[in-house]
């Protein structure tokens, strides 16, 4: 069970749809405590902010489902000295809970507005491990890498090649990938020069652009 007590809203979030569909990493479900969602959201979605669904965030983009969040941040399986490279900075929602169980952000945004605000949510919570990127997320962060974990919060085909070579060993890259309607996330996992792809999970998420997106 979890100890702290914040506000009663974003507790009830965090244990009827995520602790109750049996997600029980603890560090996961601190951070999804202490990252309050409603910080995230345009005025016009505050009333919604714990909902159990994507809420939109402008430039038809979305915050994704709170589980999800979850779900794939318990999948990079994040032990506290990682460097993550995130694609689809969106609102920072999913970059704020890698900030505070990685030891640094780096993040890709292809909507420049979007990442202005998210820029500004994630400075005024005082995270100051990220770094934030304008530009085709899809190509990853050559100039950075190798990374130990890449997320992936848009839909791609399959994982984008670049992301393969930007992987540390061992290391890990999730992403959702197939088109509107029928969409897996898939896990690949690279140790000792051995790369395993996972794919399970169905679900619903925005579609990646970019020279090896959609
Ligand atoms: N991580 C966000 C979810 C954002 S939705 C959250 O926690 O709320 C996915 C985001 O991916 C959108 O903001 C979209 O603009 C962005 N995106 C789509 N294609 C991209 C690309 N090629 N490079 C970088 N970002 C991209």
């Not at 405590?33 to 505050?46: C, G, I, N, Q, Y």
């Not at 038809?60 to 999948?75: C, D, F, K, N």
Request: aromatic share 6%.
């Amino acid at each position: 069970m979890i100890a702290e007590t914040p506000r009663s809203s974003l507790l009830q979030m965090v244990r009827s749809q995520i602790e109750a569909r049996g997600l029980r990493d603890r560090r996961v479900l601190e951070a999804m405590l202490t990252v309050d969602r409603a910080e995230f959201v345009p005025a016009s979605e505050k009333a919604y902010a714990y909902d159990d669904r994507p809420l939109p965030i402008g430039a038809g983009q979305t915050i994704s489902q709170p589980y999800m969040v979850a779900l794939m941040t318990a999948e990079l399986e994040l032990k506290g000295d990682e460097r993550v490279l995130e694609i689809g900075t969106g609102c920072g929602y999913q970059t704020a809970i890698l900030a505070r169980l990685a030891r640094e952000v780096w993040t890709i945004e292809v909507v420049p507005e979007l990442v202005m605000d998210a820029w500004h949510t994630l400075e005024r919570l005082g995270l100051s491990n990220i770094r934030f990127h304008v530009g085709d997320g899809t190509l990853g962060w050559p100039d950075e890498s190798l990374f130990d974990r890449i997320l992936g919060t848009a839909a791609a085909p399959d994982i984008p090649s670049p992301w393969i070579e930007e992987l540390a060993d061992p290391g890990v890259a999730l992403l959702p990938i197939g088109p509107l309607g029928s969409q897996r996330l898939l896990k690949v996992t690279l140790r000792d020069g051995e790369l395993t792809r996972r794919e399970f999970c169905p679900c619903s998420f925005v579609l990646m652009r970019g020279r090896h997106g959609f």
